[in-house]
C-alpha cells in the first residue's frame, strides 16, 4: 500500500511539474502575441509524450483566420536536414559515398575534384553562394564563371549552393525528382501527410500566409517566392505535429542507422555545426542540442533536439516580427526548469516612439528606427529588420544583453543611438528624422551602382513620395531608402504589391512618368507608375 501510496505521490507531482511547464509557456508565448512579436505554433515533447502544443495570431490577418496546431508554414533551412538524411541514406544503399568528388557528377565543374559531398553536407567546400535558380545548367554556368570562397575544408561558411547541388546529385542517383525521393523515403513511411513542396501552389485551408508584418488589414504579405525556391536547401512546408514524427523517427535511428546520426551531430570543423545540422550549446550548461534553423521572407522555424533526454521542441512562425532565437532560448529554459522573467514592456506614448524614429549613422554602419503600428522595428548593418521591446522611452531591448539607448542633448531631443551587445558596443549619431526614398535601376540614369533618384515629399504629407514627369529608360528598377540594400521595395509575386526583397518592376516602354511611394500605411507600401 505505502509503494502504490508512493508512485500516486510521484506522478501527481509530475503532473503538477508540466502543468506548470505548460503554464509559463503559454504565459510567454502569450505575451509575446499581445505585443505582435509572436503569430505561429509551438509543440514541446518529453520522451516520447507531447507535453505543450497550442497556436497564436492568424494563418490568414486580414480574415482573421487564426493559426492551429494543423497550419502549415514554410521551414526554408530546415529542408537541409532531410537533404542530408537521404544523402546519408543512398550511403547506407551503397549508391554514392560521402568521399565521392563533386566532379564525378558534374565533370564540368572542375574546382570539384578536390570537393566531397561530406564538405558540401558541412558546408565546407568552399562553394560561393549563387542567385536563384531551379536549372542545373544555369547554376552550373554561375559557379564557373566564380573562384572558391577558401580552399576546400580550411573554413566553414553557411551556403545554400552547397545544397542546391546535393538536390541535383540526389535526382542524379536515383533517377527520381528530388522531392519525390524525399516523399518516399522520409514523408510517407512516417505519415508525414501534412508536409511538402510547391507551397505557393498549395490549396488548403490551413496554409499559414507569411507576413512582413501582422497589423490586421494593414497586414503585409512577405515575398512569395515565383519558383520552388530554395529547392533541396529550403523548399519544403510542414506542421509542428509532422516535424514531431520525423524528430521522433530521425532521431532514434528509424530513418538512417543510429551510428549515422550520432555522425551528423559531431561538429565538423566549426562547434555549431555537424553534418546537415546545428550544434546548440547551453550557456553554463554542459547540454548540446541538434536540430536546424529555418528563416526567410514571411516564416521562422526552429527544429531542436536534446538527443539524450528525448526532448523536441518545435517553434513554427509565419512573421517576420519573431525574435525566435530567444523565444527557443526561453522556452528551452522553462524545460529544463530555469526561472522565467515576465516580459515587461515599459509604457512610452506616441510622441516618445516620434521622438526617436529616425536614420543613425557611424563608421561602422547605418541604423534605421521606423515606428510600424506601434511596434519599434530596428535594423541595419548588423541585423535584419527585428522588433524591439522598450523599457523606458529611450532604452529599448532585443534581449537583456542586446540593447538600445537613445542619448538626448540638453533640451531633451533625440541626438544618437548607443547599441550594446555581446560583440561590444557602437555608437551612431542621428542624422535624420525623416527617411529619403528614391528609385534606382536601369530603368533610371543611376543603374545598379548608382545612387538613389531621391524622390520628392510635402511637409504637409511627409510619407508620400514622388517624381512628376520623370524620364524612364525600358527597363527595371526598385524603391531603396537612403542608398541602403538593407531597405529596398519591389514587387511581390503576384507583380502588384510591393514588398521588401521583392522582384524588379519592370519598366517596358521608354518615356515620362509619374512615380507616387505611398509609405502613409508603414506596414503596407502602395505606389503607381502612370505613363505620361
Not at 16 to 37: G, M
Not at 303 to 321: G, K, P, V, Y
Not at 465 to 482: D, Q, S, T, W
Not at 491 to 496: A, E, F, P, Q
Amino acid at each position: 500500500m505505502k509503494q502504490i501510496l508512493v508512485a500516486l505521490l510521484f506522478v501527481i507531482s509530475q503532473s503538477a511539474v508540466l502543468a506548470q511547464k505548460n503554464a509559463v509557456i503559454d504565459d510567454l508565448l502569450s505575451s509575446y502575441e499581445k505585443i505582435n512579436q509572436f503569430s505561429g505554433s509551438v509543440l514541446v515533447a518529453e520522451k516520447g509524450k507531447v507535453i505543450f502544443e497550442k497556436s497564436y495570431g492568424y494563418r490568414n490577418a486580414v480574415k482573421k483566420e487564426k493559426n492551429t496546431n494543423n497550419s502549415k508554414y514554410r521551414i526554408y533551412s530546415t529542408t537541409k536536414v532531410f537533404t542530408t538524411i537521404v544523402i546519408l541514406k543512398l550511403q547506407e544503399q551503397g549508391k554514392l559515398s560521402l568521399e565521392d568528388k563533386l566532379s564525378k557528377y558534374f565533370p564540368s565543374y572542375t574546382k570539384g575534384d578536390s570537393i566531397t559531398i561530406r564538405n558540401m553536407v558541412s558546408h565546407t567546400s568552399g562553394i560561393p553562394e549563387t542567385e536563384e535558380s531551379n536549372n542545373e545548367e544555369e547554376l552550373l554556368k554561375q559557379l564557373l564563371t566564380k573562384p572558391l570562397d577558401f580552399s576546400v575544408d580550411t573554413k566553414w561558411s553557411y551556403c545554400n549552393t552547397n545544397f542546391y547541388l546535393l538536390g541535383y546529385i540526389i535526382q542524379k542517383v536515383t533517377g527520381q525528382p528530388y522531392e519525390e525521393v524525399i516523399a518516399e523515403m522520409i514523408l510517407k513511411p512516417f505519415q508525414m501527410t501534412h508536409s511538402g513542396f510547391h507551397f505557393n501552389d498549395l490549396k488548403d485551408e490551413n496554409k499559414a500566409l507569411g507576413y512582413e508584418f501582422i497589423v490586421g488589414e494593414n497586414s503585409n504579405e512577405a515575398l512569395r517566392f515565383k519558383s520552388d525556391h530554395p529547392y533541396a536547401a529550403g523548399a519544403m512546408y510542414s506542421t509542428v505535429e509532422d516535424l514531431y514524427k520525423f524528430s521522433e523517427a530521425f532521431y532514434t535511428g528509424k530513418i538512417i542507422d543510429t551510428n549515422l546520426v550520432k555522425y551528423m551531430c559531431n561538429p565538423y570543423l566549426e562547434e555549431h555545426y555537424g553534418l546537415g545540422q546545428e550544434v546548440y550549446r547551453i550557456q553554463n550548461s554542459d547540454k548540446i542540442l541538434f536540430g536546424h534553423g529555418g528563416l526567410g521572407p514571411g516564416y521562422r522555424c526552429r527544429f531542436i533536439r536534446d538527443c539524450e533526454q528525448e526532448i523536441a521542441i518545435i517553434i513554427l512562425a509565419n512573421s517576420e516580427m519573431v525574435p525566435v532565437d530567444k523565444i527557443a532560448e526561453e522556452i528551452t529554459g522553462i524545460v529544463y526548469g530555469k526561472s522565467q522573467k515576465k516580459i515587461e514592456v515599459g509604457k512610452v506614448t506616441q510622441n516618445d516612439l516620434h521622438q526617436i524614429e529616425g536614420i543613425y549613422s557611424s563608421k561602422e554602419g547605418t541604423f534605421y528606427v521606423r515606428i510600424v503600428d506601434g511596434m519599434v522595428v530596428f535594423n541595419g548593418s548588423i541585423l535584419p529588420r527585428v522588433p524591439l521591446i522598450p523599457v523606458t522611452k529611450t532604452l529599448y531591448k532585443l534581449v537583456d544583453s542586446f540593447t538600445f539607448n537613445f542619448k538626448t542633448d540638453q533640451s531633451g531631443k533625440i541626438k544618437a543611438l548607443t547599441v550594446t551587445n555581446l560583440r561590444g558596443v557602437k555608437t551612431a549619431e542621428k542624422t535624420s528624422d525623416t527617411f529619403p526614398w528614391g528609385i534606382i535601376g536601369t530603368a533610371t540614369t543611376s543603374g545598379w551602382d548608382g545612387k538613389d533618384i531621391v524622390m520628392q515629399t510635402k511637409k504637409s504629407n511627409p510619407n508620400l513620395f514622388y517624381l512628376k514627369n520623370y524620364p524612364l529608360n525600358a527597363g527595371e528598377l526598385r524603391f531603396r531608402l537612403n542608398n541602403d540594400w538593407n531597405n529596398s521595395l519591389a514587387l511581390n509575386n503576384d507583380d502588384k504589391n510591393l514588398c521588401y526583397d521583392g522582384y524588379n518592376i519592370k519598366i517596358k516602354e521608354t518615356g515620362k512618368y509619374d512615380i507616387v511611394l505611398d509609405m502613409t500605411i508603414a506596414s503596407k507600401p502602395r505606389f503607381s507608375l502612370k505613363k505620361l
